[in-house]
């Protein structure tokens, strides 16, 4: 179902049973999986993979050039989205470079919603929530679960942990660590994301040790050696809280605080 003014390139590679609106280009070394819906006025560039039953609403560019100006039109720049991801009105995603593999990786089942900027080389995982405006600066890693909210930036190279939260207008400019909440201009640590971990079924006990490790890091005016033999000793008991110990251990833009 490919609408009559759409304009599809030879060279793209297209599953029988998607959706192209009206006036939507999709350019050369395109992959659409199957179950994929773009609707009208959309432009995907190549090289770009779709995995299955995407949806893509109005307006949306992604696969363009990487927007740096390094970039010289490298072959093995790409993008990569995968399975079951909504991708609201102006969402713009850029493709890698070859300072981080060529590769911008979309994960499953994630919610972009209006105007979010994905840069070159991110990496994405799986269930996040993009709310309108947020935007990610190149190098960016984003964890399984973690939701951004309206106008949240992040800064380049930053990464955020599972579960993650941050509140409207946040400004990131360091290395959130999973199941924490963070707010602010820039952003510092508020809590950990107690909501959220009980919707996905994070049972009392678990939730407690989380923020056992949270006190020790953020509460108990402990330097980060002595928080880290602390968290060490927590992490014996949790596995949530060996996450927690694992991404401190190889944060390279130091943590919020």
């Known amino acids: 179902m490919i609408h009559a003014t759409a304009i ?9 049973d998607i959706q192209i609106g009206a006036y939507s280009v999709i350019g050369a070394d395109v992959e659409i999986g199957s179950g994929c ?6 432009q995907i560039e190549g090289p770009t993979r779709l995995g299955i039953n995407n949806r893509i609403y109005s307006f949306v560019s992604i696969g363009a050039d990487p927007q740096d100006k390094k970039f010289h039109g490298e072959s093995n720049s790409r993008l990569e989205i995968g399975d079951g991801n909504t991708i609201r009105e102006f969402v713009t995603i850029n493709r890698g470079t070859e300072e981080s593999d060529g590769l911008t990786h979309i994960g499953h089942d994630n919610w972009l919603m209006a ?16 709310a309108n405006n947020a935007t990610l600066a190149g190098h960016v890693e984003i ?5 951004l909210g309206g106008f949240v930036g992040v800064h380049q190279f930053c990464k955020l942990g599972d579960h993650a939260f ?11 660590p999973p199941f924490c909440y963070v707010a602010g201009q820039f952003a510092r640590p508020r809590g950990i994301n107690a909501e959220g ?37 927590l992490a014996e ?18 943590l919020v605080r």
């Not at 599809?8 to 029988?16: I, M, N, P, T, Y």
């Not at 819906?37 to 959309?42: L, P, S, T």
């Not at 105007?115 to 993009?130: E, L, P, S």
Request: glycine share 4%; with cysteine.
């Open 143 to 147: 964890g399984d679960w973690v939701i």
């Open 115 to 130: 105007y979010v900027h994905i840069a070159h080389d991110c990496r994405v995982g799986d269930h996040t929530v993009f």
């Open 197 to 233: 971990l009980k919707r996905r079924g994070f049972d009392p006990q678990r939730i407690t040790a989380i923020k056992r490790a949270y006190r020790a890091l953020y509460m108990a005016g402990l330097s980060l050696t002595a928080a880290h033999e602390r968290i060490v000793e």
């Open 37 to 42: 819906r773009i609707d009208h006025h959309v």
């Open 8 to 16: 599809v390139d030879a060279r793209a590679q297209l599953s029988g």
């Open 237 to 254: 008991s949790s596995p949530d809280v060996a996450e927690f110990l694992a991404f401190i251990d190889h944060s390279e833009r130091s």
């Open 166 to 176: 941050a509140a409207m207008y946040s400004a990131i400019n360091r290395d959130v």
